[in-house]
T-cell receptor, first 116, second 113 residues
Framework: KAGVTQTPRYLIKTRGQQVTLSCSPISGHRSVSWYQQTPGQGLQFLFEYFSETQRNKGNFPGRFSGRQFSNSRSEMNVSTLELGDSALYLC???????????????FGEGSRLTVL | GENVEQHPSTLSVQEGDSAVIKCTYS??????FPWYKQELGKRPQLIIDIRSNVGEKKDQRIAVTLNKTAKHFSLHITETQPEDSAVYFCAASRAGSQGNLIFGKGTKLSVKP
């Protein structure tokens, strides 16, 4: 079974630009979450999608948005990029067939964004 | 909202020794506590998890304990090996929010041969 796939793996943008990151979950997984990882703040939750609906959202400004498609693939978008948005953006999928906890999050390798 | 504190931030042990990493959480509604291991340049991977209806769980050299009253949970690694060297993250979440993990800031474990 293929793992979680994130594209692109690396990208460089300049301040003020916008970026879209893509995540393909493990086949059969309907829950997709996004995390921002930085050396100073660790892993911070951005948002979670389940069956095309945003179920939870972390404490990030409105410049960060996401969506999930009917095939469970997800995208996240960051508009008006700031230097502080430089980070590794990790996507994770889980089976989570219902609202009960079902266990493990499977992470992708991440998209490393550098904002100049 | 939930806040997870993790200590220590770095830990160095000799091969064969035990390592203990501790976390505290603030939200009494949290009921799921996973631990993730992230090797350098790699993705985080689940190594063990525990739910609030269990006090302790063990998987070979790894064990996790949970004290709901004190809102503490700990990771114990026995007979450490160099391949245990990595950053370990504890996390907490509520029922129905499994994808919404609140992570501690991580512990960098170094196992010296």
């Amino acid at each position: 079974k293929a793992g979680v796939t994130q594209t692109p793996r690396y990208l460089i943008k300049t301040r003020g630009q916008q970026v879209t990151l893509s995540c393909s979950p493990i086949s059969g997984h309907r829950s997709v979450s996004w995390y921002q990882q930085t050396p100073g703040q660790g892993l911070q939750f951005l948002f979670e999608y389940f069956s095309e609906t945003q179920r939870n959202k972390g404490n990030f400004p409105g410049r960060f948005s996401g969506r999930q498609f009917s095939n469970s693939r997800s995208e996240m978008n960051v508009s008006t990029l700031e230097l502080g948005d430089s980070a590794l953006y990790l996507c994770a999928s889980s089976l989570n067939e219902n609202r009960l906890n079902t266990g493990e999050l499977f992470f992708g390798e991440g998209s490393r964004l550098t904002v100049l | 909202g939930e806040n997870v504190e993790q200590h220590p931030s770095t830990l160095s042990v000799q091969e064969g020794d035990s390592a203990v990493i501790k976390c505290t959480y603030s939200d009494s509604a949290s009921n799921y506590f996973p631990w993730y291991k992230q090797e350098l340049g790699k993705r985080p991977q689940l190594i063990i998890d525990i739910r609030s209806n269990v006090g302790e769980k063990k998987d070979q050299r790894i064990a996790v304990t949970l004290n709901k009253t004190a809102k503490h949970f700990s990771l114990h690694i026995t007979e450490t090996q160099p391949e245990d060297s990595a950053v370990y993250f504890c996390a907490a979440s509520r029922a129905g929010s499994q994808g919404n993990l609140i992570f501690g800031k991580g512990t960098k474990l170094s196992v010296k041969p």
